[in-house]
């Protein structure tokens, strides 16, 4: 497996644009979830599913942030409009089963000029 | 989550052992002790975990003080590729909770 896949992995986008992270997990993981670094707050969770269904997004900052996942493969984190301080690394990871070790993505870093 | 307690930083020579310390005082008898690093540049990878015994696999050992307060990952032979920030955390066993990432260790490697 290629593990889990994230693109674009550098994005750089203006003030008030739209902007789409994408995730393809890992075949066979019935967990996936969406983190964001940054140097100030570290790593923290946004949202996570399981079998695609949303089960806590209360990390997600403000209604700008939505997340879908709209089968076992695929996964999008929009910002819209995006702003400067959301500027930062987001991970997506995946993972299977109770207790899972999670396996991340190499990253997006989005810049918000 | 129980919260646990690193150094912020440590330094080893390479190809020696390296002890990285966690504390979590607070931990519940449910909770399991998990270790993820993260390399320059690179997502999160998961190291090792263990509930009260102590573990080993290919990257590493955990050893898990008699109370469960404390922890310490070993690393028996730290190589530059080691260089990364080693997070402790603790996960209870219901579902698969998310990683709750405190500030974690900054390991360093000298050649």
């Known amino acids: 497996d290629a593990g889990v896949i994230q693109s674009p992995r550098h994005e750089v986008t203006e003030m008030g644009q739209e902007v789409t992270l994408r995730c393809k997990p890992i075949?066979?993981?019935?967990?996936l979830f969406w983190y964001r670094q940054t140097m100030m707050r570290g790593l923290e969770l946004l949202i996570y599913?399981?079998?695609?269904?949303?089960?806590?997004d209360s990390g997600m900052p403000e209604d700008r942030f939505s997340a879908k996942m709209p089968n076992a493969s695929f996964s999008t984190l929009k910002i819209q409009p995006s702003e400067p301080r959301d500027s930062a690394v987001y991970f997506c990871?995946?993972?299977?089963?109770?207790?899972?070790?999670?396996?991340f993505g190499p990253g997006t870093r989005l810049t918000v000029t | 989550d129980a919260k646990t307690t690193q150094p912020n930083s440590m330094e080893s020579n390479e190809e020696e052992p390296v002890h990285l310390p966690c504390n979590h005082s607070?931990?519940?008898?449910?909770?399991?002790i998990h270790w993820y690093r993260q390399l320059p540049s690179q997502g999160p990878e998961y190291v090792i975990h263990?509930?009260?015994s102590n573990v080993n696999n290919r990257m590493a050992s955990l050893a898990i003080a008699e109370d469960r307060k404390s922890s310490t990952l070993i690393l028996h032979r730290a190589t530059l590729r080691d260089a990364a920030v080693y997070y402790c955390?603790?996960?209870?066993?219901?579902?698969?909770?998310?990683?709750?990432f405190g500030k974690g260790t900054r390991l360093s490697v000298i050649a």
């Open positions: 990871a995946s993972s299977y089963g109770t207790g899972g070790e999670q396996y």
């Open positions: 075949s066979g993981h019935d967990y």
């Open positions: 599913f399981n079998n695609n269904v949303p089960i806590d």
């Open positions: 607070t931990i519940s008898g449910t909770d399991y």
């Open positions: 263990g509930l009260t």
């Open positions: 955390i603790l996960r209870g066993n219901s579902g698969n909770t998310p990683l709750v």
